[in-house]
């Protein structure tokens, strides 16, 4: 389905005016107002091919109906939601839930949506039909020469279809670990697992990157193999430049003080971006912001102070995506939801009081410290991320567009009720 551009402006039309009111009050309140708007105009976040599907548990799943059933519908679902928020310009494919069989053809859809291809992600936490070897016990990480082997050649074959799509990075992420106490040498596990990883970074060209996710649990529940930033780092140090750490925000224990691995990640010129995604217990796939915004909002203080620190573009120096594919909501109206947090957050990092707060530091002023960083927070950016999807000819309320639009319904009729699309 294809959001016609008049039915956007007639919604802006609409809500213009009390828009305006809005965004006056809240520019009155920030002074740099305009530096914000033109970081936020700039400021896009990949849809992962896999969200695009109502998520599911060991329980169960409930579709949505008119779900994409080819790659093909997947994108023209993330141009849905690109039409709408103007901040989600590209996709990220998972190997082998979305072949790119045709990457012309593929790559000349999405360019007429505006959109381009991001990380793509390998995937030897599944077995496949056709798989010679199982990873039931691991794949990079395997005792089995020949297993290592296996998930060695997906992964270089990801990367060809990488290639091919413009995409600039390959994302690992292993669920190699083990059970039980006793079951594995860890020593050998890392070592496998770094062997394995330097034919694959081998074969990268030399302007793409590696990013390492890592993971404290699940699948395995008594050790993961790259459990943590600590060896997804040193994982990253070992191979060289072109690999850094991905970190996915559902990947650590609770009380994890995410901000601060950010930080010195950045400082280390080793953060490859993000996966965004809330949690309360785990990898639990929540909308980004929804149980945890100030969180959110301390990464992004991070974020913003550390790139600056480095002067890296903000927009196009870091992989931002989203990875999350919850089972209770319609998965277009999700990923809007999330996009809309993750703009927030940065909008309240970019109008922090810099100076104030580096003074307060200096001056172990505490309290003030905390003041600084709230008076931020506290502040309704909603307007500005609005007005800045405006200006780039987005809508200005996008959900209560994508509903009076009744655009599932219409893939619905499309597509039908029963279609499943691949994924988690
Ligand atoms: C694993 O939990 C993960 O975060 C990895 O990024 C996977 O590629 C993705 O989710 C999809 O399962
Ligand atoms: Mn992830």
């Keep these: ?61 409930f579709p949505e109906g008119g779900e994409p059933r080819s790659l093909e519908e997947k994108i023209e679902d993330v141009g849905l939601i690109h039409a709408l928020n103007r901040s989600s310009n590209s996709i990220s494919l998972h190997i082998p839930w979305d ?33 010679k070897l199982s990873y039931k016990l691991g794949s990079l990480h395997h005792t089995d020469k020949a297993v290592r082997r ?19 990075a390959l994302s690992v992420w292993l669920s190699d670990g083990s059970n039980f106490p006793g079951q594995l040498n860890f020593r050998t596990a890392f070592q496998n697992t770094l062997e394995s990883l330097q034919e694959i970074y081998e074969a990268l060209p030399s302007d793409r990157k590696m990013w390492i996710e890592y993971k404290p649990y699940e699948p395995n529940f008594y050790s993961t193999t790259i459990a943590d930033w600590g060896q997804s780092h040193l994982l990253a140090s070992k191979l060289g ?27 280390e010129g080793k953060l490859a971006g993000f996966h965004f995604n809330d949690s309360k217990y785990g990898d639990d796939d929540l909308t ?29 120096d870091m992989g931002w995506m989203i990875d999350a594919s919850h089972n209770v909501k319609d998965p277009i109206e999700d990923l809007i939801q999330s996009v809309e947090a993750i703009k927030i957050a940065y909008a309240q990092a970019l ?74």
Aim: charged share 25%; glycine share 6%; hydrophobic share 40%.
């Design 241 to 267: 430049d072109k690999a850094k750490t991905l970190v996915d925000l559902g990947h650590h224990l609770q009380g994890t003080n995410i901000e601060q691995i950010v930080s010195l990640l950045l400082m």
């Design 351 to 424: 109008i922090i009081d810099r100076n104030a707060l580096v003074e307060a530091q200096q001056r172990n002023d505490v309290a003030l410290a905390q003041e600084v960083l709230q008076q931020a927070y506290r502040t309704d950016v909603r307007p500005l991320v609005a007005e800045a999807r405006l200006r780039a000819g987005g809508a200005l309320q996008p959900i209560t567009l994508f509903r009076q639009e009744n655009v599932r319904k219409n893939l619905l009729k499309e597509r039908g009720s029963k279609t499943i699309s691949t994924g988690l």
């Design 99 to 131: 072949i790119p069989e045709n990457a012309s053809s593929v790559k000349a859809l999405a360019a007429q949506l505006g959109l381009h291809f991001d990380a793509v992600n390998s995937n030897t936490f599944q077995d496949q039909k056709d798989q």
């Design 150 to 168: 296996q998930a060695i050649e997906h992964n270089i074959q990801v990367i060809k279809y990488g290639v091919e799509l413009d995409s600039k």
């Design 288 to 316: 980004v912001g929804s149980i945890n915004p100030y969180q959110l909002f301390l990464i992004f203080n991070e974020l913003v102070e550390g790139m600056d620190a480095r002067n890296m573009n903000h927009a196009k």
């Design 1 to 61: 389905m294809h959001l016609e551009t008049k039915a956007i402006d007639e919604h802006n039309h609409q809500h213009l005016g009390e828009h305006k009111r809005r965004f006056e009050f809240a520019a009155g309140e920030i002074v740099n107002t305009t530096e914000v708007l033109d970081k936020l105009i700039a400021f896009n976040i990949a849809i992962p091919s896999w969200a695009l599907g109502t998520g599911g548990t060991r329980f169960g799943r």
